[in-house]
């Protein structure tokens, strides 16, 4: 059975900093890898996308990266902002079409 | 393009009464999901449907919980009745059929009291 593991769990940064956030999964039979952001009472926006041929995608300062192999991700955040702060949940998903997703970190970025 | 639609944004019942959520997914989103996400979680999926048939809904609760998508296009989710333990924000997303990306909508965040 696929788990999902993210850590840090929450995370308090002072605006300006590099951040990195990390998933890890159980189970490297994936389609592709999802990262998510939630904002407090709202639903997700994806992100990046990473197939499973794929090492890393880019999005402005976002940027993750993946390891099929040893089951891990990481999603980069440049020069964090107060807008960043958000819940960041990473996903894969198997051949089923069906996410499991991590249980998220929770991100404060302060001015 | 419109994104995933989902209504009410927020519902609070008193437990074993009825509820229902409505979703209208994006317009030639052949799949539509419904995922749970209890508070501190990640979501998880409660049913997949293809077009109009469920192809996956070995997680959802059938003793109490149903759902349809008439017409291969919008789709509601039943509660009846609900549980103190049903208290949790209900998702809907969609994608191409094939496709790789999903897209969310706002979610339902039901409260039973």
């Known amino acids: 059975k696929q788990e999902v593991t993210q850590i840090p769990a929450a995370l308090s940064v002072p605006e300006g900093e590099n951040l990195v956030l990390n998933c890890s999964f159980t189970?490297?039979?994936?389609?592709?890898l999802q990262w998510f952001r939630q904002d407090p009472g709202k639903g997700l926006t994806s992100l990046l996308l990473?197939?499973?041929?794929?090492r890393e995608q880019t999005s402005g300062r976002l940027n993750a990266s993946l390891d099929k192999s040893s089951g891990r991700s990481t999603l980069y955040i440049a020069a964090s902002q107060p807008g960043d702060s958000a819940t960041y949940l990473c996903?894969?998903?198997?051949?089923?079409?069906?996410?499991?997703f991590g249980t998220g970190t929770r991100l404060q970025v302060f001015p | 393009e419109a994104g995933v639609v989902q209504s009410p944004r927020y519902k609070i019942i008193e437990k074993k009464q009825p509820v229902a959520f409505w979703c209208n997914p994006i317009?030639?989103?052949?799949?539509l999901y419904w995922y749970l996400q209890n508070l501190g979680q990640g979501p998880e999926l409660l049913i997949r449907?293809?077009?109009?048939?469920?192809?996956?809904d070995s997680q959802l609760p059938k003793d109490r919980f149903s759902a349809e998508r008439l017409k291969g296009v919008d789709s509601t989710l039943k509660i009846q009745p609900a549980e103190l333990g049903d208290s949790a924000v209900y998702l809907c997303?969609?994608?191409?059929?094939?496709?790789?990306?999903?897209?969310f909508g706002s979610g339902t965040r039901l409260t039973v009291v």
């Open positions: 997303a969609s994608s191409r059929e094939g496709g790789n990306g999903y897209t």
């Open positions: 449907y293809e077009n109009e048939e469920a192809v996956d």
């Open positions: 996903a894969v998903r198997h051949n089923t079409d069906k996410l499991i």
């Open positions: 189970d490297s039979a994936i389609y592709n």
């Open positions: 990473i197939q499973s041929s794929q």
């Open positions: 317009s030639g989103h052949n799949t």
